[in-house]
């Protein structure tokens, strides 16, 4: 099986995107807010394609997949810096909506490359309730696993 770069992967560009975007945001505040809440929002969207990147370097479909489930994380933790900003004045109404789509888009994203990477397990639906990650999770079951005689 051909594996992708890092680098060549869609959900990857995606988070990359997300924290080149928030990135230039947090730059614009001032030193309370960029001290504070600044640097846990770039560190978590940093987090994203970080563990992207290193759950393709290790080599295995189970390490992998966990570092993808861990992406997963660091993009909720960043949805919430992104409330703790706005609550507290750092953002504007129009730089939030203008990170909706942003932020929309790498849960499905996320889940969608879950799936795609080798044999499924248990435990790879989206945790929490319903709408945590995206507006609409795709619960996935356990799939039960064919073993051969030979």
Request: hydrophobic share 35%.
């Amino acid at each position: 099986m051909a594996v992708k770069g890092f680098q060549e992967l869609d959900v990857y560009r995606l988070a990359e995107r997300l924290a080149d975007g928030l990135w230039k945001v947090v730059a614009s505040w001032d030193d309370m807010a960029k001290c504070t809440a600044g640097r846990q929002l770039v560190r978590a969207a940093d987090s994203i394609g970080a563990n992207i990147a290193e759950g393709v370097g290790r080599g295995s479909y189970q390490d992998n997949r966990r570092f993808v489930r861990m992406a997963r994380g660091s993009l909720n933790e960043t949805r919430h810096w992104l409330r703790r900003a706005y609550r507290r004045g750092f953002l504007t109404q129009d730089q939030s909506e203008s990170l909706k789509p942003l932020i929309a888009e790498p849960g499905p994203r996320l889940n969608a490359y879950l799936k795609s990477i080798g044999p499924r397990e248990t435990g790879d639906a989206p945790s929490g309730p319903a709408g945590a990650l995206d507006e609409n999770p795709q619960q996935e079951g356990h799939k039960p696993q064919v073993t051969s005689d030979k």
